[in-house]
């Protein structure tokens, strides 16, 4: 296997799995390393759970990731069809060959009755398993039970004896005893594959030279194994990655973490943070290099580099990369075009959009990104240059001490006779100075307050804020001045004023 080809098989029963971009960005790092190719096959031989909308998902969230694949139902190739429910034939007819070659057997053992042997094997303090009654049949009885229809699977035939190797690329050599494996059914009563069967005969035919897939699937190897060799067929290079985890080391669920793709496209998480998070989930670039883009990891790429420590899935390192990303990786113009949508789904951002001028627009992006971790947060933080109606925060059910006294504080404050003086003081200064006043000037106007009225900054620009946002913290008081307009800032002032 000189040539170098991957794959990555998803199933589409549900929305597209951060796991599936995980495995398929190791698997792209190498084909692109080795100048092979990476391939994209829809697994979706379980007709029950299979939906369309989710192949589509898919397709889409795996290009918004940057990892194009080289042949795949949508773009065709030399090895197709890239469906697995659009082979069926030719699983029927790999089943039948290894009948021939007596490598495989009928089994015709009803539904019943392997239900009371599970049953008699638990009772026993056994490890459930097929007792390989039909594996004894002779051609005789198997050509009678074929001509009387009886219903029946067909059976991979597991040796009796010995231990089955399987040679890991990271892992080494991972030993399996032949006669603990079941005799896998290879072919369902309904002429439908099982995973495994399909699963062999695509990587043999299209040829996949390595096999890069999660360590859950290691205990379905031997089985893998003992059908290449059933077919006489020679065994790719294995390399299971390590699974991806919850902070209790638990295996990545959606009941303790975000697990869908759509969910971090949703709330504007950028493609390349996402890939870089995930690289890190399992592989170390070297030199202490934590930021690093797609093409420089399938460049740096080699197997030795990957770790086989549960990678915890921790967000808040991917909120991290993804501020890097926001600040450091894009222009302001880039920005801008990715963050727009977000702007446009807030309604108190749509009516002031369209005349706001592009140079503000990207002023104010440059301030909330510094501490933004995604695109909806980017517009969350931006509010305060767009909403002009607000609430000063109350004391709710629910709220922490901390948070309560903190609020209780404020409004002590904002009652302080001195210190509605200093607001007022400051709008009449304000209310003299051109429209868009620079930040500089609007500084020198509050330290001005602060000499007249004889007060810290803590009590005459915090609440000065306060009465201009709505919140205690944010920007500079100054870049919200100038780009915003004295005009609406006095307004806003005066509104909450009056209203508290």
Sequence with gaps: MSQVKVRIAPSPTGDPHVGTAYIALFNYALAKKKGGTFTLRIEDTDRTRTQASSEKQIFDTLRWCGLNWDEGPDVGGPSGPYRQSERFDIYKKYAQELIDNGTAYYCFCTEERLNNLRERQIAMKKAPGYDRQCRSLSKEEVAAKLAAEESYVIRLKMPYEGQIVVKDALRGDILFDSDKIDD????????????????????????????????????????????????????????????????????????????????????????????????????????????????????????????????????????????????????????????????????????????????????????????????????????????????????????????????EKMYETLSDANVKLGISLFVSKLQKEDENTSQERIKELLHEVMEEVAEKPGRVIMPVRIMLTGESKGPDLGSIIHIIGKTRAISRIQSSLQKN
């Design 184 to 407: 896998q059914v290879l072919l369902k009563s309904d002429g439908f594959p099982t995973y495994h069967l399909a699963n062999v005969v695509d990587d043999h035919l299209m040829g996949i030279s390595h096999v890069i897939r999660a360590e859950e699937w290691i205990a379905s190897t031997p089985k893998h194994i003992q059908l290449y060799r059933s077919f006489g067929w020679q065994e790719p290079v294995w390399c299971h990655m390590p699974l991806l985890r919850n902070n209790d080391k638990t295996k990545i669920s959606k009941r303790k973490n975000h697990t869908s793709l759509l969910w971090y496209i949703e709330n504007g998480y950028l493609k390349e943070a996402m890939l870089n998070f995930l690289a890190l989930m399992g592989y170390s670039y070297g030199d202490n290099k934590e930021i690093f883009t797609l093409e420089e990891m399938a460049q740096n790429f080699s197997f030795d580099k990957i770790s086989l420590g549960g990678p915890v899935f921790d967000i808040q390192k991917l909120n991290w990369i993804n501020n890097i990303y926001m600040r450091e990786k894009k222009t302001t113009s880039e920005l801008a075009d990715l963050a727009l949508p977000f702007f446009v789904e807030a309604r108190f951002y749509s009516e002031k959009l369209n005349s706001i001028e592009e140079g503000n627009f990207h002023k104010i992006l440059d301030i909330s990104k510094e501490s933004a971790i995604n695109l909806k947060d980017l517009a969350e933080k931006s509010s305060v240059f767009f909403k002009d109606s607000f609430e000063l925060p109350k004391v709710e059910v629910g709220m922490d001490a901390k948070e309560i006294k903190s609020i």
